[in-house]
């Protein structure tokens, strides 16, 4: 259970800019290039490297009990060591394989796990990590409602390096037509709050006459990074922000061993 936790749900959107100033006033200027297509998403081997820091600030049981206890009414499991996933952690089902989906590389989007192989694949299983999990009620199909928040200690290059295993957000994922029909989305933005490498993105597809909502943020600090994941049917921004708000207060009370 605590490895389909880590199944990851974080992403920023892609926003280009551009002026007309000089190429309006200038007759000269050469006709615009037309823009590439987007790269298509191509599954990468996991990495074999496992680097692992000199010495570590925190104890995995630090992390732990630093994590929030409960998300509403729903206690959360917690779980110690959670990286790297296991050896046949695979991409996992596409939720979208009865439609046709348009953009068509908005498919991947949505069944997205990591480049290469699965997100924190690099990472030493001794490196400090907590976890805490829980169910939110009766599922459909292959699609069951969870609350997780997970913390791993990975300072500088190692944080950045986890993050970017999660692809930039094409943003014509921001509108996907299955059979035609606007019914599934992929959005990220900047959240303040979480630091300048905060990610946060947000799902949407069918699943039968229901939407399914998946939210995620990963942010990181100089010392640790944070993937907070709400997976669920009926799922409000404002309840996710609550608790991923909650989670980062509770970790900033972490002490480094002397």
Request: proline content about 11%; overall charge positive.
């Amino acid at each position: 259970m605590t490895r389909w936790a880590l199944a990851a749900g974080c992403l920023a959107l892609i926003l280009a800019g551009c002026t007309t100033s000089d190429r309006a006033t200038d007759h000269t200027a050469p006709p615009a290039t037309p823009s590439a297509a987007p790269t298509a998403m191509t599954t990468v081997p996991r990495a074999s490297t496992t680097p692992t820091p000199a010495e570590f600030r925190y104890t995995a049981n630090d992390l732990q009990l630093a994590l929030p206890t409960a998300y509403g009414t729903h206690k959360l499991e917690k779980s110690l060591y959670i990286y790297p996933p296991a050896p046949t952690a695979t991409w996992r089902p596409d939720p979208l394989a009865v439609w046709k989906v348009e953009p068509a590389i908005c498919r991947d989007v949505i069944r997205y796990q990591g480049v290469p192989g699965v997100p924190g694949d690099f990472i030493a299983p001794t490196t400090p990590s907590a976890v805490g999990f829980a169910s939110l009620g009766q599922g459909v199909g292959r699609e069951r409602p969870f609350v997780s928040v997970n913390v791993v200690e990975l300072a500088g290059a190692l944080g950045d390096r986890l993050l970017d295993q999660r692809l930039p957000t094409p943003p014509e994922c921001a509108h996907i037509l299955t059979d035609g029909k606007p019914r599934a989305s992929v959005v990220e933005r900047a959240l303040p709050g979480f630091g300048v490498r905060a990610r946060y993105i947000v799902r949407t597809y069918p699943v039968g006459a229901q939407t399914y909502t998946e939210r995620t943020l990963q942010y990181r600090t100089p010392t640790y990074v944070v993937l907070v994941r709400l997976d669920a049917f009926i799922n409000p921004e404002q309840p996710f922000l609550a608790f991923a708000t909650k989670a980062r207060d509770s970790l900033k009370t972490l002490t480094p061993m002397s």
